[in-house]
């Protein structure tokens, strides 16, 4: 079958982008082929990828790069600015958030996406396609399949959240005609599902919205012996050596931070996702303290780039030499460092505000040396992730805002680390579905209320686990990966996305049920 898919962003990082390139490689690994068009400029260099389409206009150019095709990005030509979702950098793009995206841009950045969508469909001739997001690519494929090709929806969270619900006046309309065309949205959770439906107040969407949530590469996510995981985060450490903060291997110190940590030495605990002040990896920093008093050996690995990374090395170098004061600082002005409007980090300064007396002298005396066991890898790619996960034993998720899915949270499990996700949303939904699989022990231990003492709360369940009998650790580790495998997989997420495309409803789970 031939495919169509429109992310109009890149195919490595994070959230939709790795949903995106695994999607392809499943369909591609099911026999189908896929036109797929984005912004990733380097695409060619991914191994699923054979051919490259570079469109202007009505011009289009396809470099193949190996035979036979099975898969060819196309790059439309939208000019400098490019919409977003929240704001991040994208080298070779103005990259503005929609809410800030003047009407002129927005629908020149419309029309050209359109355009293009109408080449490749008369040059491939799909014969179903998938739009990513609530804006913009469910209305660039309404506009440019012109009811040729069915299509279905899949919501991720970001441009529902952030731009869609607090901007309902302006991008309300362009959310309606998107999905009004669409044979079916596949939303993540129940959490998102409902929130959709509150947000596009329309009777007839939820009886077309159906379960849809990402996968996991169950072939490259899984336990690996102890000695194994070490050699892998290694062999890691030294594919990244010398990769410079603008390639794709990892940034520069990535291999250094890497070889800091040795799973026979270390209780490593990780971190992975962007570092923007709503990941809430504020909480976990000022956690750590707190769990390196109690377990020594516990070393933290911090993954992800993003725009308030400078502001949590800030907060972790305050935290290290046991300033308080600008720590709470820093609390204080909370979104304004990563440029947004001022806000507290309302957690993080509960928390800090309620250190007095013996607690605080303790709290500043534990800092340091726990802060000496802290690593920022920066960013490293999703292929990166199985040569990283197999070494820790934990995984802390801790969002303070709504979340589609815990993919995080299910690549974590699959290679045998317990994931600690914050209470709401679609994290949630993840940690309920694991709970079946572990002893009754373990599953409170799953996920954190989020409130005044999340802080305290992260440190607890890590402390909990870490000193958990290690053959009850053990088991409860293959219960984890068993179960996340035997859930999620890719090959399931892509002939879901057919099935929704085609309208046939009924053979997809409804969100919640």
């Given at each position: 079958?031939?495919?169509?898919?429109?992310?109009?962003?890149?195919?490595?990082?994070?959230?939709?982008?790795?949903?995106?390139?695994?999607?392809?490689?499943?369909?591609?690994?099911?026999?189908?082929?896929?036109?797929?068009?984005?912004?990733?400029?380097?695409?060619?260099?991914?191994?699923?990828?054979?051919?490259?389409?570079?469109?202007?206009?009505?011009?289009?150019?396809?470099?193949?790069?190996?035979e036979p095709v099975?898969?060819?990005?196309?790059?439309?030509?939208?000019?400098?600015?490019?919409?977003?979702?929240?704001?991040?950098?994208?080298?070779?793009?103005?990259?503005?958030?929609?809410?800030?995206?003047?009407?002129?841009?927005?629908?020149?950045?419309?029309?050209?996406?359109?355009?293009?969508?109408?080449?490749?469909?008369?040059?491939?001739?799909?014969?179903?396609?998938?739009?990513?997001?609530?804006?913009?690519?469910?209305?660039?494929?309404?506009?440019?399949?012109?009811?040729?090709?069915?299509?279905?929806?899949?919501?991720?969270?970001?441009?529902?959240?952030?731009?869609?619900?607090?901007?309902?006046?302006?991008?309300?309309?362009?959310?309606?005609?998107?999905?009004?065309?669409?044979?079916?949205?596949?939303?993540?959770?129940?959490?998102?599902?409902?929130?959709?439906?509150?947000?596009?107040?329309?009777?007839?969407?939820?009886?077309?919205?159906?379960?849809?949530?990402?996968?996991?590469?169950?072939?490259?996510?899984?336990?690996?012996?102890?000695?194994?995981?070490?050699?892998?985060?290694?062999?890691?450490?030294?594919?990244?050596?010398?990769?410079?903060?603008?390639?794709?291997?990892?940034?520069?110190?990535?291999?250094?931070?890497?070889?800091?940590?040795?799973?026979?030495?270390?209780?490593?605990?990780?971190?992975?996702?962007?570092?923007?002040?709503?990941?809430?990896?504020?909480?976990?920093?000022?956690?750590?303290?707190?769990?390196v008093a109690e377990?020594?050996?516990?070393?933290?690995?911090?993954?992800?780039?993003?725009?308030?990374?400078?502001?949590?090395?800030?907060?972790?170098?305050?935290?290290?030499?046991?300033?308080?004061?600008?720590?709470?600082?820093?609390?204080?002005?909370?979104?304004?460092?990563?440029?947004?409007?001022?806000?507290?980090?309302?957690?993080?300064?509960?928390?800090?505000?309620?250190?007095?007396?013996?607690?605080?002298?303790?709290?500043?005396?534990?800092?340091?040396?726990?802060?000496?066991?802290?690593?920022?890898?920066?960013?490293?790619?999703?292929?990166?992730?199985?040569?990283?996960?197999?070494?820790?034993?934990?995984?802390?998720?801790?969002?303070?805002?709504?979340?589609?899915?815990?993919?995080v949270a299910v690549?974590?499990?699959?290679?045998?680390?317990?994931?600690?996700?914050?209470?709401?949303?679609?994290?949630?939904?993840?940690?309920?579905?694991?709970?079946?699989?572990?002893?009754?022990?373990?599953?409170?231990?799953?996920?954190?209320?989020?409130?005044?003492?999340?802080?305290?709360?992260?440190?607890?369940?890590?402390?909990?686990?870490?000193?958990?009998?290690?053959?009850?650790?053990?088991?409860?580790?293959?219960?984890?990966?068993?179960?996340?495998?035997?859930?999620?997989?890719?090959?399931?997420?892509?002939?879901?996305?057919?099935?929704?495309?085609?309208?046939?409803?009924?053979?997809?789970?409804?969100?919640?049920?």
């Open positions: 079958m031939r495919i169509l898919i429109f992310h109009g962003y890149l195919l490595r990082g994070t959230g939709s982008n790795v949903y995106n390139a695994s999607l392809v490689q499943a369909l591609v690994a099911l026999g189908h082929e896929v036109h797929l068009l984005c912004q990733d400029r380097d695409a060619g260099e991914l191994g699923f990828v054979d051919a490259v389409g570079r469109l202007d206009g009505d011009r289009v150019e396809v470099e193949t790069l190996r099975r898969c060819t990005v196309y790059l439309p030509d939208i000019g400098r600015t490019l919409p977003v979702y929240v704001a991040d950098r994208y080298e070779g793009f103005d990259a503005v958030p929609f809410p800030d995206t003047d009407d002129a841009s927005l629908e020149r950045y419309l029309d050209a996406n359109v355009a293009a969508v109408r080449r490749v469909v008369e040059d491939a001739s799909p014969e179903v396609a998938l739009a990513n997001h609530l804006i913009a690519g469910p209305v660039i494929l309404a506009r440019g399949l012109d009811d040729r090709v069915p299509y279905a929806v899949k919501i991720h969270g970001s441009a529902l959240e952030y731009v869609v619900r607090p901007h309902r006046e302006r991008f309300l309309p362009l959310a309606r005609e998107g999905l009004e065309r669409a044979g079916g949205v596949l939303v993540g959770s129940r959490h998102t599902a409902e929130s959709l439906w509150e947000v596009m107040d329309d009777p007839a969407l939820p009886a077309r919205t159906r379960l849809g949530p990402p996968g996991v590469d169950v072939h490259a996510f899984h336990q690996r012996p102890p000695g194994e995981a070490a050699e892998r985060l290694t062999a890691l450490a030294g594919r990244l050596e010398g990769a410079g903060p603008a390639g794709w291997g990892g940034e520069a110190g990535a291999a250094d931070a890497l070889r800091d940590m040795d799973p026979r030495r270390d209780r490593i605990v990780a971190y992975v996702g962007k570092l923007i002040v709503s990941k809430g990896v504020d909480l976990l920093l000022a956690a750590w303290p707190l769990v377990e020594p050996a516990a070393r933290l690995c911090v993954v992800g780039f993003g725009t308030y990374r400078d502001a949590l090395t800030e907060l972790a170098a305050a935290l290290a030499r046991g300033d308080l004061e600008a720590a709470r600082g820093i609390a204080e002005r909370g979104r304004e460092l990563e440029g947004g409007p001022a806000g507290e980090l309302r957690y993080l300064a509960s928390f800090l505000d309620g250190l007095d007396g013996e607690r605080r002298a303790r709290y500043v005396e534990d800092a340091r040396p726990a802060f000496e066991r802290v690593s920022f890898t920066g960013r490293l790619e999703h292929e990166d992730l199985p040569w990283l996960l197999p070494a820790c034993e934990a995984q802390v998720v801790p969002s303070t805002f709504p979340e589609a899915f815990g993919m690549e974590a499990a699959a290679c045998g680390a317990l994931p600690i996700s914050a209470a709401h949303s679609g994290l949630l939904e993840v940690s309920r579905a694991f709970e079946p699989a572990v002893a009754d022990e373990i599953r409170p231990l799953l996920s954190f209320p989020l409130g005044d003492g999340a802080v305290e709360e992260i440190a607890a369940r890590l402390v909990r686990w870490l000193r958990l009998r290690p053959d009850r650790r053990a088991d409860a580790r293959r219960a984890l990966s068993d179960a996340a495998r035997a859930r999620y997989g890719w090959e399931g997420v892509a002939e879901g996305v057919i099935a929704a495309a085609r309208g046939r409803l009924d053979e997809l789970p409804v969100p919640g049920a």
